[in-house]
């Protein structure tokens, strides 16, 4: 399991919209700016954010995307899962015998399911609302590193 760009991302876009004003919508361009997420991704995560229910896309001059759902009901699991597939750290754990031959007699398999099972619990009890972020970290950065220089 990697949570890489794409799952950062996501949770990038979401803590943003979380931090704003309920229902208002956030363009794409604020939160690509305010975020510092490249457009070629936000395009395609914030349309599979939409299709998984997270997000709303308004459309129109006033256009943007707002939270589908109450930032403390979105889970980082759910984004994970949301963005790129379900949490599994070994794939015979999803496979089992269909991957590793060796699944039903195997002495790690228990190790490995009890450290899948604890790090699902936990990204599920953590959600947007937790981590929401009104004024974005790219402007957090400079703050900080202007005060840094001061």
């Known amino acids: 399991m990697n949570a890489g760009r794409r799952v950062d991302y996501a949770v990038r876009a979401l803590t943003y919209l979380a931090g704003q004003p309920p229902g208002k919508a956030i363009s794409r361009a604020e939160i690509e700016k305010k975020q510092d997420i490249p ?8 349309k599979d954010l939409v299709v998984g229910g997270l997000v709303h896309s ?6 943007g995307f707002s939270l589908a759902r109450a ?3 979105i889970s980082i699991k759910e984004v994970y899962e949301t963005v790129e597939r379900p949490i599994v750290l070994m794939e015979c ?3 089992r015998g269909d991957y590793c031959p060796y699944c039903s007699v ?3 398999i228990s190790v490995w399911d009890r450290a899948q099972s604890l790090l699902a619990n936990y ?3 953590v959600n947007i609302g937790n981590i929401a ?7 957090r950065y400079i703050s900080l ?6």
């Open 39 to 46: 457009s070629h991704y936000l395009s395609k995560i914030m």
């Open 58 to 63: 308004h459309i129109g001059s006033k256009g």
């Open 71 to 73: 930032a403390e009901t």
């Open 93 to 95: 754990l999803e496979k």
């Open 106 to 108: 195997c002495t790690q």
């Open 123 to 125: 990204l599920a009890s």
């Open 133 to 139: 972020d009104q004024t974005g970290l790219r402007d």
């Open 145 to 150: 590193n202007a005060a840094a220089a001061t």
